[in-house]
């Protein structure tokens, strides 16, 4: 099996984790909980680490009170690199 079978399929699905905890993150509000927010926090426990590499980079643009946070847009762009790189090769 070549590395590319293997590596591909579970960076598709980390960016699928990453839009599913950008999409939870606009339900749940402050003192939320339940298992929305329970999925939320473990969604937040396996894709904070790599975005909070792009917050570094890329602050959030401020619109209005709140900010527009840009950085899992980088980190999805990166990864679907990555996946095309692996792909070639």
């Known amino acids: 099996m070549r590395l590319a079978g293997l590596l591909v399929p579970i960076i598709d699905f980390y960016i699928l984790l990453i839009i599913g905890y950008v999409l939870l993150g606009w339900l749940v509000g402050p003192g939320s909980q339940g298992v929305i927010y329970d999925l ?3 969604l937040a426990s396996l894709c904070e680490p790599y ?8 602050p959030p643009i401020m619109i209005g009170a709140g900010g527009l946070d840009l950085s899992p847009v980088l980190a999805i762009l990166v990864l679907e690199i990555l996946a095309g790189v692996i792909r070639f090769l």
């Open 51 to 58: 975005l909070g590499l792009f917050r570094r980079f890329v």
């Open 40 to 42: 939320y926090r473990v």
